[in-house]
Nanobody, 122 residues
Framework: QVQLVESGGGLVQAGGSLRLSCAAS????????MGWFRQAPGKEREFVAAISGSAGTIAYADSVKGRFTISRDNAKSAGYLQMNSLKPEDTAIYYC???????????????WGQGTQVTVSS
């Protein structure tokens, strides 16, 4: 069992930055892939980024590539999503998730946080 808690969301102007954190507790965090997903009002949940347990493999959605950076600190059982050059279309609830393998498919992730709201104003 892994419990995940996101933090760091908020309101920011377009072009600004935010850093999301995901605190994990429970079983060995380093054995799980960590993913970030987001869901905007009226839209389906979509993949943002994922990082393997050792941080040796990283993947991004095309929409955030070059602007967002995913990272993790296994010693602290924490994951991060640095978001730069934010756009209004990045507005969504952001979720961190943990799963057994690298995937952009949400159903492959077993554990989820409650989400944190990110709002980007134009």
């Amino acid at each position: 069992q892994v419990q995940l808690v996101e933090s760091g969301g908020g309101l920011v102007q377009a072009g600004g930055s935010l850093r999301l954190s995901c605190a994990a507790s429970g079983r060995t965090f380093s054995s799980y892939v960590m993913g970030w997903f987001r869901q905007a009002p009226g839209k389906e949940r979509e993949f943002v980024a994922a990082i393997s347990g050792s941080a040796g493999t990283i993947a991004y959605a095309d929409s955030v590539k070059g602007r967002f950076t995913i990272s993790r600190d296994n010693a602290k059982s924490a994951g991060y999503l640095q978001m730069n050059s934010l756009k209004p279309e990045d507005t969504a609830i952001y979720y961190c998730a943990a799963g057994p393998s690298m995937s952009a498919i949400s159903t492959n992730y077993r554990y989820w946080g409650q989400g944190t709201q990110v709002t980007v104003s134009s």
